[in-house]
């Protein structure tokens, strides 16, 4: 079975045209760096959407931009919005002009506001650990004028929230990273600044009841390809206690976690929003059970296995996040700066079966 994927994946590779494997030194990233602000550090009030996994067309995607920019208009409008890698389906910037095309399109999809992107796998080369497509595409971004993140590593500061971005897939296909000192003293900034939140977002998520599961024990197509077992680690020494939430993507549902269950790791919400173009339904494990109640570790709060995606209002004593699924009603959870302890406007949201028709 496994050869049989991996043979499928390399010919689907091969008819998208095949990149040079450059040599790749995992020690060193190549692109560290800070993005342009998109509002002034003194503002008291932000409010940005998390988009995940867009990079496909069709009428799931043209829905969820219309969806999203109905939101922003209710919200009083959208600062800026977080995409969550995998920005183009399915093979990243393969060097046509035509993919180029293909994601500037996607991006006028969505209301005119600062974009923030990270590289998805899909942004990557599908099954080899080299970096061509994924340089294409940082390259692409800094050459527009309201997409930002040319940087495979970057920070920028908004009203009352720095934020982190990370191409997490640097990390998960990096299967020997102690010595990467580069990206453990980027990863040391994390919760450096005097901001009252600290964000941090990346195409992988730490915990996950969809089918790729939680960080350390990943699956690709029934596969252990890249566990990400460094990616939790570096989860686990500079994620996971200091950034108050974590936004990803990767699997095509929408779920929230108020804590990790790891030490000191309450204070550190997961946010899945993975269903801007793609869906698919729980994995073949609930891999985080529990209650619901909300505070209660790696239990979900919210699971919704259909399109969709995520609102966020920050404002300098409270975070208030607003989950939006095609067909259901708006569900919200918020915390206070002062406590680690999620709160909902209602009832947890567990929802298993799939609306991903």
Not at 46 to 54: H, L, R, S
Not at 60 to 75: F, I, L, M, N, W
Request: proline share 5%; glycine share 12%; net charge negative.
């Amino acid at each position: 079975m496994r050869t049989f994927v991996l043979l499928g994946l390399l010919a689907a590779s091969a008819s998208a045209g095949c990149d040079p494997a450059p040599a790749l030194d995992w020690d060193h990233p190549t692109a560290v760096g800070s993005a342009p602000d998109p509002v002034d550090a003194g503002v008291d009030e932000i409010v940005f959407a998390a988009i995940g996994d867009f990079g496909e067309e069709g009428e799931p995607q043209t829905r969820v931009a219309g969806a999203v920019a109905d939101a922003c208009v209710e919200a009083g409008g959208c600062d800026f919005a977080l995409t969550l890698g995998d920005n183009l389906y399915d093979f990243g910037l393969n060097g046509s002009e035509e993919a180029e095309q293909r994601l500037r399109a996607l991006v006028d999809s969505y209301p005119q506001m600062p974009k923030f992107m990270v590289l998805g796998n899909h942004d990557w080369h599908a099954i080899r650990t080299e970096l061509s497509r994924a340089q294409r595409e940082l390259e692409w971004i800094a050459e527009q004028d309201d997409v930002f993140g040319a940087f495979h590593y970057y920070d920028f500061r908004a009203g009352p929230a720095q934020f982190h971005g990370m191409d997490s897939n640097w990390i998960v296909r990096h299967l020997d990273s102690d010595e990467a000192t580069e990206l453990d003293a980027w990863g040391q900034t994390i919760g450096a600044s005097d901001a009252p939140w600290t964000f941090t977002f990346g195409h992988h998520p730490i915990l996950s009841n969809g089918r790729h599961g939680n960080a350390g024990d990943y699956r690709d197509t029934g596969l252990d390809l890249w566990p990400g077992t460094n990616y939790r680690a570096f989860l686990d020494e500079h994620v996971i206690g200091t950034a108050d939430l974590h936004l990803a993507g990767h699997d095509h549902n929408l779920n929230f976690f108020p804590g990790t269950g790891g030490p000191n790791g309450d204070a550190t919400a997961t946010l899945v929003s993975g269903s801007a173009a793609k869906c698919r339904g729980l994995g073949p494990v609930s891999a985080n059970p529990g209650t619901g109640d909300a505070g209660t570790g790696v239990t979900a709060t919210y699971e919704f296995y259909g399109f969709g995606f995520a609102l966020v209002r920050v404002t300098d004593d409270e975070l208030v996040v607003t989950m939006h699924a095609e067909g259901m009603d708006p569900w919200t959870t918020r915390r206070s700066l002062d406590s680690v302890a999620w709160t909902i406007d209602g009832d947890p949201f567990i929802d298993t079966s799939s609306h991903c028709e």
